[in-house]
């Protein structure tokens, strides 16, 4: 799984994201670095033209998304103790032989715990739109024997994921950091098996007490809107982490795209 078809879709998707011109906004943590400038010309590719980044959705200041710089942080001793990891783990339930995606993946903190529990049949497509943070997780991975992981070089646009297959989609704390979250929202909601869910594990903005910066929480309210209007309704809650809130999500059949104007 990792050898040299994952090389060539990293560098093959990181050039794509050179052509689709990456966002490099900074923040709290550190964005995205800037690619290169002394990087190959991209290759002709056959992804829409990007659309500029948005600042903001629906009423929502967009962050930028953390730099790889910063991974070490992802894996501190002491997450397990704050975030209660283990317990988000287990009230996601998940089964042996499903296909999960790890959207926003980062250095594979959850990638890994998650892996080793879909067995046999099952696996997790690692998604993120840093090569960089896909090269930890590799690293991590071949230490660890792990080798039912299959990374995924996104774009800002596009996690790349197969359609109609993927039993659930776990986001942790990365949807916040989508700069185009209805081209995200429309490409995960195509990926989905028949119930399957999209989970979204956000920073409570709910709660002052949570020692997150604004930019990088999310309200309940404001995450359930965002994504009623893309074609989502919310099917389950879960509200024993101390500092995040576990939001499930499922398609709504019922929902019409709006019209293109
Ligand atoms: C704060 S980190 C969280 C990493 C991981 N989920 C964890 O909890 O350890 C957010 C990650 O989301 C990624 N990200 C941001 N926008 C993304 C997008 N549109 N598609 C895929 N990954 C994205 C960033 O590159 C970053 O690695």
């Known amino acids: 799984m990792f050898d040299i078809r994952f090389l060539r879709r990293l560098f093959g998707g990181f050039l794509i994201s050179l052509a689709l011109g990456h966002s490099s906004a900074t923040a709290d943590p550190p964005a995205v670095a800037a690619p290169p400038k002394t990087a190959a ?3 002709p590719t056959k992804e829409p033209a990007l659309p500029p980044a948005l600042t903001h959705y629906m009423g929502r200041e967009i962050a930028p998304a953390m730099g790889y710089q910063h991974a070490a942080w992802l894996i501190r001793p002491s997450r397990q103790q704050e975030e209660d990891c283990a317990t988000l783990l287990k009230a996601l339930q998940f089964k042996p032989g499903q296909i999960v995606c790890d959207l926003g993946c980062g250095n594979g903190f959850y990638t890994l715990k998650i892996a080793p529990q879909l067995l046999p ?6 998604v993120d739109i840093q090569p960089e943070m896909l090269q930890m997780l590799n690293e991590s991975a071949r230490l660890a024997k792990v080798d039912n992981v299959e990374p995924v ?3 800002i646009i596009n996690p790349r994921l197969p359609a109609g297959k993927v039993d659930l989609v776990l986001c942790v704390d990365a949807y916040h950091e989508f700069s185009h979250p209805v081209h995200m ?5 195509k990926s989905l098996a028949p119930h399957g869910r999209l989970v979204l594990v956000e920073f409570r903005a709910e709660d002052p007490n949570v020692p997150i910066r604004p930019l990088h929480k999310t309200t309940k309210a404001q995450v359930e809107k965002e994504l009623t209007a893309n074609g989502y ?5 879960f509200d024993k982490l101390p500092w995040q809130h576990v939001l499930y999500f499922e398609r709504d ?8 104007p």
Do not use: F, H, M
């Open 41 to 43: 010309p991209a290759a």
């Open 121 to 126: 049949g099952g696996k997790v497509l690692a």
């Open 153 to 155: 070089l996104g774009t």
């Open 185 to 189: 929202l429309r490409e995960i909601r």
């Open 233 to 237: 309704k919310l099917v389950e809650q």
């Open 253 to 260: 059949d019922n929902w019409q795209e709006p019209a293109k």
